[in-house]
């Protein structure tokens, strides 16, 4: 099976906003306006599969929206979900991994909020060409100019306006397309489906012309022979000034803006003519290579060997496990067997589809540059590679950040108990930032995430989707250990309890590393004091310890960890002597390398009216929390801070409260700090009392 779409003429997108700035309407929208039979509304009434349960079809919706494929003037557009709430960075890292352009939404009164601000950032991170779209043109307040500031200003983006809106807030009306010079509205029977062209307004033709000036000037500046012409007094084409805006659309000198109005049908099929004409095919993009040998590429073309890369997982009760994979090169058929050199396991390709807005398409074959749901891949993980057996490769994963917040779970009931493992594990399947332990000191299972939001999400979902009875301990923060002092020493495992004994002697050097740098192990034994064939035992010990650290039985992080010497007996010593012998040399190094515990510090945002400041600001004081900054954002108040997420159970009544219902806020994980000394001893105090000091 041949391609149908011509590899230029596919676009991977997704859209990035702060939470209510209308990403789900302006999806829909564009849904609506590229679909057949695509009503708006459909989805959310419910109203089209009235056979199936809701919650089924809130699945439906789950699974579709993952990445939903619509044509828009002969192009192939993917429109690749990216959530909305801050705990979820990791969501969107992963997305914007594996999409090649980005649509960033703002409020045309909110302007650029804090996620937008932090998104920004991510994606200039992965390098991601953006369009901007100006939503809710109509509200009052609405202020595109302003919008287009703060662009400038908070973002560091350089926003060249594609079009110009007729009138703000209750006088919005229309645009104008600074590329064709003329006035575009947008019928109301059809719901903005047909397009009204005329003359740019009077009074509005002088204010065209200058920035029709600056963007055929922006565009000039990307390309230096356009340039020479433009400067010697040349008029240019609208092919050039289109391509060089391309070119500066890509290369991320410049970013396209559009405005409109999603929810009253205003200006969404412009910025859908902007996806096609500025962000980039898949071609644009070029080559991925292997993450650790630049040499090994893939080209995006479909004569090349098949490389993909698994970036989202979900498990639907009909299909099992879908796993969603961008295709980087060659081409993936039904059938085909597979390698995911990420944990080195063959499978099968069982099931291929392409996800409409409202339907699954079961299609035989993928080319280079499609995201498609694959069924089949039992043992592939987010940010696997999965490619052709004959030729493998092995692309840049997802870096995913570790859990900080536990709480310990239990079936409500016996009946309960068999469906929680397994349920628990299909989620943990799906997202790569929830992981389940299981402790068997205590028989507990323990859920770790990414904030508290995050785990009561995953334990809603529980019992209403999979109707699991469950009951939740009290949250608890992911304490880390690590040493302030490097330290060395040895330690001699020996056994004489009749029969054969044991015997293993290993010298231990503990050493810092940065915070975040994770853990090291090095081998420096030389001679062959120990044999090579007790190293990986050596490396098992001090694993193992480190699991369970000696202060309050948390994680150690950030040590690197030298084996420089030590001795073995022919006869006694053996592998497991030496994995003893390195977990308790490692134990007894640690509390000597003034160990000291960190705790997750959150970034968090409280939004308020002015009058209750002083709240917001004493309410981070009061948690041990620092104040960054405090922003005047569209009438209200921003404060932002840094605090230790132990401080924050509770936070969204507390704020409430004090802001007799009107403050909100959004926290997402920052980094890990020490904890105070008093505080410290505190808790591990407490640990050992649990028994969890081991
Ligand atoms: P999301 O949280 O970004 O997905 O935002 P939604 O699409 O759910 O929109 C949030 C709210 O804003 C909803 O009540 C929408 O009806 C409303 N909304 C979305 N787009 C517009 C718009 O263009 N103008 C106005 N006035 N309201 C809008």
Redesign the pocket.
């Known amino acids: 099976m041949s391609r149908t779409v011509p590899l230029d003429h596919v676009r991977n997108i997704g859209i990035m ?10 999806s829909e929208r564009i849904l609506f306006y590229c679909g057949k039979n695509y009503k708006i509304g459909e989805v959310h009434d419910g109203a089209a599969t009235m056979d199936y349960m809701v919650q089924e079809q809130e699945r439906g919706i789950t699974i579709t929206s993952a990445a939903t494929v619509v044509q828009w003037q002969d192009h192939q557009i993917s429109l690749i979900d990216t959530p ?1 709430h801050v705990d979820f960075t990791a969501e969107v890292e992963r997305s914007l991994r594996v999409l090649d352009g980005a649509i960033a ?1 703002f409020c045309a009164v909110g302007g650029v909020q804090p996620q937008t601000e932090q998104v920004w950032r991510q994606s200039e991170k992965y390098e991601v060409p953006k369009l901007c779209f100006i ?5 009052t307040g609405a202020d595109f100019m302003g919008v287009i500031e703060e662009i400038r200003a908070e973002l560091s983006g350089n926003p060249v306006p594609m079009v110009l809106p007729i009138g703000q807030a209750e006088h919005f009306e229309g645009l104008i397309d600074l590329l064709s010079m003329k006035a575009i509205r947008f019928d109301e029977a059809s719901r903005g489906v047909k397009l009204i062209y005329s003359e740019i307004p009077e009074a509005q033709r002088a204010d065209a012309e200058k920035w029709r000036h600056y963007m055929v000037e922006k565009a000039a500046e990307q390309d230096d022979a356009v340039l020479e012409k433009y400067l010697g007094g040349g008029v240019l084409t609208d092919d050039e000034i289109l391509a060089c805006l391309r070119k500066g659309c890509i290369s991320r000198a410049l970013v396209p803006v559009y405005c ?5 049908n205003k200006g969404v099929q412009p910025l859908l003519d902007g996806v096609v004409k500025f962000l980039p095919s898949p071609l644009d993009v070029g080559s991925v290579h292997q993450a650790d040998a630049p040499e090994i590429v893939r080209r995006p073309d479909d004569s090349e060997p098949f490389s993909g890369l698994a970036f989202k997982i979900l498990s639907d009760k009909h299909m099992g496990k879908i796993t969603f994979v961008r295709v980087y090169s060659g081409t993936l058929q039904v059938g085909a067997t597979v390698l995911n050199t990420t944990v080195g396991a063959e499978a099968r390709i069982g099931r291929l589809f392409r996800m409409h807005a409202n339907r699954q398409e079961a299609i035989e074959m993928a080319h280079a540059g499609d995201i498609v749901a694959v069924v089949g891949l039992t043992k592939t993980r987010t940010g696997d590679t999965i490619c052709d057996p004959e030729h493998p490769i092995v692309l840049e994963s997802i870096e995913f950040p570790a859990p900080v917040i536990s709480v310990s779970i239990r079936p409500a009931s016996r009946a309960d108990n068999e469906k929680l493992g397994s349920t628990l594990h299909t989620l943990a399947a799906e997202d790569p930032t929830f992981l389940v332990t299981y402790d068997p000191e205590t028989s507990e299972t323990i859920i770790s995430g990414m904030g508290e939001l995050h785990l009561e999400i995953i334990v809603d979902r529980l019992r209403r989707e999979f109707n699991v009875g469950c009951e939740v301990g009290r949250p608890e923060v992911a304490y880390r250990e690590t040493i302030t002092t490097p330290v060395e020493g040895a330690y001699k495992h020996i056994k004489q309890s009749g029969g054969r004994g044991q015997y293993a002697h290993v010298c231990l050097r503990i050493e810092l590393q940065e915070k975040g740098q994770g853990f090291v192990f090095e081998n420096e034994v030389k001679g062959g004091n120990i044999p090579g064939e007790y190293i990986p035992a050596i490396e098992k010990g001090v694993i193992k310890a480190m699991e369970h650290g000696p202060c309050g039985g948390y994680p150690v992080v950030d040590v690197k960890v030298t084996v420089y010497d030590g001795s073995y007996h022919e006869v006694d010593s053996n592998e497991f002597a030496f994995i003893e012998a390195a977990r308790v040399c490692f134990r007894n190094l640690f509390l000597k390398g003034n160990p000291e515990l960190l705790e997750p510090i959150m970034d968090v945002e409280v939004t308020v009216p002015e009058d209750y400041m002083g709240a917001a600001t004493g309410s981070i004081c009061q948690r041990r929390g620092r104040v960054e900054g405090m922003e005047d954002k569209g009438g209200v108040k921003l404060v932002r801070g840094f605090v230790p997420l132990g401080e924050m159970f509770g936070y969204s009544s507390a704020i409430r409260t004090a802001t007799q219902g009107r403050g909100s806020f959004t926290m997402h994980f920052e980094h890990y700090e020490a904890v105070p000394f008093n505080l410290a001893e505190a808790i591990m105090e407490k640990r050992r009392k649990e028994n969890k000091v081991r």
Not at 17 to 26: F, L, Q, R, S, W
């Open positions: 906003a702060h939470i209510d700035a209308g990403k789900t309407t302006c909305g939404l939503n809710k043109m109509d509200r409109g109005t999603a929810f009253k």
